[in-house]
């Protein structure tokens, strides 16, 4: 399964869960935040440069060095490697704290 393949499927599940929302609590306010909070959450995993992120924390704030494959060869790579996400203590906090924050938020707002 590729990117292609996980980015549908997630966003079926989202179009799900928006329906459920909306018909759960009868607004479309709280369905459409359940949808953009949905997007963000889903482009927070699926479209970050992950190659550029892989290195380690102190070299993020610097340019990626001109060895760097060319485009084409990396997406070819990534096509059949989905899960090149590797899980490293800072990225994972910082993932959890502000993906934490936003499903706090979003449900307060639909719960409320």
Known sequence: MG???LLRRSLVALAAAVVVTGLATASLRKAAA??????LAIAGVLLPDWEF?????SQWLTPM????RTAAAAAAER?????KFKPYPLRMAM????????FYKWWMYVSS
């Open 53 to 57: 992120f892989d290195r380690d924390f």
């Open 34 to 39: 359940t949808y953009g909070f949905g997007i």
């Open 95 to 102: 993932l959890t704290t502000i993906y934490g924050f936003g």
């Open 3 to 5: 990117r292609d393949e």
């Open 65 to 68: 060095p001109a060895s760097r």
């Open 79 to 83: 096509e059949h490697d989905v899960w």
